[in-house]
């Protein structure tokens, strides 16, 4: 399958990887740190059919359990853990970030959550697998290899105007003593700015939250916004994170960035705008190792 990547000045920080039929993304900074597992799946690899083939990991999409939890049962092959190590969000495009425990494992796919309106969580429990939810949204990866510590969130537009990576940096500090210069990220693949088009009702909600959004900042190399005409614009969530990051002390050259858009790739990744609505879900998932490598 030809895969559709983006062209970038730095080179790519990001890794396709195949075991048997599972087709994966790994980010080799994220594994340099010596102290994570960690992948995003693509629809590669899995046993569900129709829109949804095949690796599905929705249970809410009409999809029968037993194919999800399969495909869930092959992620967790590659980690080394199974169902009831996994510990899923609760996505409702929020800037809500919930610590983890062990207390927690399982829930989401064997036990039911006890939380609601979760789109981030963190974690200082090794074994413990985070896991979020994607089909154009934001992944967003954080590992503190001083600390020992991780974090996980879900970045729509809505959770990049409320700056969720900026509110899990700042949980990790609290809870962990994370400091943002220790801390390793990465942005996942979502849509991407040539893309995700806009009205402008959410290009005043970013202009408002970054005003500089209409133009380079920094090291940008991009604006946020690029107006189409017509009410319309481009929105770039993939800079628009970076700035995020960068704004809550992680360095430059401690981010990753996606080269890979769902919506140019709608063979290779599930899109919500490609599929127009039918599609499985992505899952990023981040553990700390219990055996430090």
Not at 144 to 170: F, Q, Y
Not at 228 to 252: C, F, Q, T
Not at 266 to 293: C, D, Y
Request: aromatic residues 8%.
């Amino acid at each position: 399958m030809q895969i559709n990547r983006k062209v970038f000045k730095t080179e790519n920080v990001m890794q396709i990887n195949q075991t048997g039929e599972l087709v994966y993304l790994t980010f080799p900074a994220l594994e340099k740190t010596g102290i994570v597992k960690h992948l995003f799946s693509t629809r590669l690899g899995g046993v569900s059919e129709g829109h949804l083939g095949s690796m599905n990991l929705s249970y809410i999409r009409g999809d029968r359990k037993e194919n999800v939890d399969e495909n869930f049962r092959r992620i967790g092959e590659i980690l080394g853990k199974d169902a009831a190590d996994f510990v899923c969000t609760d996505q409702t495009h929020t800037a809500n970030v919930r610590t983890i425990t062990s207390a927690d494992r399982g829930k989401g796919i064997v036990r039911e959550r006890d939380y609601k309106d979760v789109d981030g969580m963190i974690t200082n429990e090794p074994g413990i697998v985070l896991s979020a939810f994607f089909a154009d949204c934001v992944p967003l990866f954080f590992v503190d290899p001083v600390r020992n510590a991780i974090g996980l969130s879900h970045s729509g537009w809505k959770g990049t105007v409320g700056k969720i990576g900026r509110v899990t940096v700042e949980a990790m500090g609290k809870q962990f003593g994370s400091r943002p210069e220790d801390l390793v990220a990465a942005i996942g693949p979502s849509i991407c700015g040539d893309c995700y088009e806009v009205g402008e009702d959410v290009a005043e909600q970013f202009r408002a939250a970054f005003p500089d959004s209409g133009k380079p900042g920094g090291e940008a190399e991009r604006p946020l916004l690029t107006e189409k005409g017509s009410g319309k614009y481009l929105l770039d969530l993939w800079e628009a994170n970076r700035r995020v990051l960068g704004e809550a002390g992680i360095l430059p050259e401690h981010i990753s960035i996606t080269d890979l858009c769902t919506c140019c790739n709608p063979g290779f990744l599930f899109s919500h705008r490609a599929s127009q609505g039918k599609r499985g879900n992505l899952g990023a998932f981040l553990m700390l190792r219990e055996t430090v490598i």
